[in-house]
Antibody
Framework: EVQLVQSGAVVKKPGESLKISCDTSGYTFTNHWVGWVRQMPGKGLEWIGFIYPYDSDTKYSPSFQGQVTISADKFISMAYLQWNSLKASDTAIYYC???????????????????WGQGTLVTVSS | SSVLTQPPSVSVAPGKTARITCAGNNIGSTTVHWYQQKPGQAPVLVIYYDTDRPSGIPERLSGSNSGNVATLTISRVEAGDEADYYC???????????FGGGTKLTVL
């Protein structure tokens, strides 16, 4: 059974750094892109980016490029989302997701997310 | 780049049919996926490749995509269908995942 289990809720102050994690199991981690999706309070879903753990190739939404870093450790099947300096506007639930199609594949058919983590609530407040 | 427009809310009586639209310029030329998010839960994929259902998703949920509108249809609506629904595409011109704004389905 494919599972994505995320780290727990966290409260941080503006300017602090943070790294949240996504522990995957039930499939070959290096075969599938793993991504992150943000959901601000009461709002919709926003794609942040994803990483291909096989070679660490990474794609970001322009809205998040430079604001966060996505990484993966293929030896322990974990993906991460990291901030160097949090802002109050980073307060949101963050979901990790698995892209259904393995490997390099382009087009709409490839970019669908078949498994989601339970979400990590990040609260940034002074 | 793709902009996907969904109605903020749709209301339907139990047993009736709900249709949730996702409008985008020539959306019929790409592939649309749909997610269901119940309160306090993570989203779940309910329709992929315009019309396909993952295992465990009831046949009451179906999808279509043509022209400038994709539609998620829920037949014989039940109270348990009450949720937010999001459409999603891949914008090949910008290489980005794009989500619609979401539609809150209320079962009266």
């Amino acid at each position: 059974e494919v599972q994505l289990v995320q780290s727990g809720a966290v409260v941080k102050k503006p300017g602090e750094s943070l790294k949240i994690s996504c522990d995957t199991s039930g499939y070959t981690f290096t075969n599938h892109w793993v991504g992150w999706v943000r959901q601000m309070p009461g709002k919709g879903l926003e794609w942040i980016g994803f990483i291909y753990p096989y070679d660490s190739d990474t794609k970001y939404s322009p809205s998040f490029q430079g604001q966060v870093t996505i990484s993966a450790d293929k030896f322990i099947s974990m993906a991460y989302l990291q901030w160097n300096s949090l802002k109050a506007s980073d307060t949101a639930i963050y979901y990790c997701v698995r892209r259904a199609s393995p490997g390099y594949c382009s087009g709409g058919n490839c970019n669908v997310f078949d498994h989601w983590g339970q979400g990590t609530l990040v609260t940034v407040s002074s | 780049s793709s902009v996907l427009t969904q109605p903020p809310s749709v209301s339907v009586a139990p047993g009736k049919t709900a249709r949730i639209t996702c409008a985008g310029n020539n959306i019929g030329s790409t592939t649309v996926h749909w997610y269901q998010q119940k309160p306090g839960q993570a989203p779940v994929l309910v329709i992929y490749y315009d019309t396909d259902r993952p295992s465990g998703i009831p046949e009451r949920l179906s999808g279509s995509n043509s022209g400038n509108v994709a539609t998620l249809t829920i037949s014989r609506v039940e109270a348990g269908d009450e949720a937010d629904y999001y459409c999603q595409v891949w914008d090949s011109s910008t290489e980005q995942v794009v989500f619609g704004g979401g539609t809150k389905l209320t079962v009266l």
